[in-house]
DNA sequence: GCTCATTGTTACCTATACTCACAATGAACT
DNA sequence: AGTTCATTGTGAGTATAGGTAACAATGAGC
């Protein structure tokens, strides 16, 4: 903490870069007219995510933790989603409080366009970075999201 | 470029980062009463920074370039701000069209809580992270700044 | 003086995420 | 049984941030 005065524009940096990432990944959505939003194109790698990790589809609840977003939120994105055929809300037999969210065969299809065109986007905004400078600039975020993990939801 | 494989997910580790790091600031610009929001406190800085370099104040188009938003988007902050007695618009002697942004002092001490509110946002975000490794994360960014600074009313 | 580029704005639309309130359901404890 | 309480998802409404398109006023060049 020897030189707090570097944080106020390391913030600066972040948020401008990431303004620019979240355009550019927009963009590259659109040119390539995969139908989705920044938005949903998260929503659709954290379904893929859970999958691989936990076998079942999952729930809203855990769609929102996942995003850190409330689940309100959650609902207008799978409500979209559901509109253009990507996912599928289906009714969990264990309990008739959750749904699980399914990826729809054309959600795939979505999930591996949207792949390319984050790439894309990634790759427009890390053009200045070495492999090496990526590969600092990954472990140095590791060890930011494994920190500083509060869900807006935090009953505190 | 021999591992592309890793962008993805570091796009997806900026990209949440920034959501936290927006969130955060947010929250403490409530908290300290500062009244008002991310994007004016970032328009307030943007704007105390044109007069430590220029002298001058900027103009609308000035501030829209520097922000990487297009004019009009300008035009709603500053309505708010002059609304809220933080800035003042003031017509320029010399062209007619032109529109200068002024400091009010109102403006200046927001500017002063708007600091502090910005470093405690950063240092909770920061937090998991030793200086040095500030040190670098600063340097990585301000490669990435300096690259690929495409606003978004590019005429390509 | 006519044409054209610049500057800011009015009007409208989209995306994201929030709060609050609520209905339906499950669980737990009389 | 039934009553109370927590969970789950959603409807309604709001705020923030940004974008496009059309336009009026102005300045500049021919």
Redesign the interface.
Known sequence: ????D??????????????????S?KHQLEERGVGITPAQS?LL?TLSHHLQHHGSPPRMADLAERL?VVPRAVTTLVDALEVSGKVRRVPDPASRRVIRIELTDDGRKALSEL?GA??A?????????T?E??????G?????????G?P?DRRC
Chains 1, 2 share one sequence.
């Open positions: 903490m020897s030189s707090p570097a944080d106020g524009p390391l913030a600066d940096q972040l948020l401008s870069l990431t303004r620019r990432l979240h355009r990944h998260r790698r850190e792949r984050r790439r986007a990634a790759e427009e905004i890390l053009a200045p970075l492999d400078q990526r590969t600092v600039l990954g140095l975020l590791d060890t930011l999201m494994d920190g500083g509060a807006p």
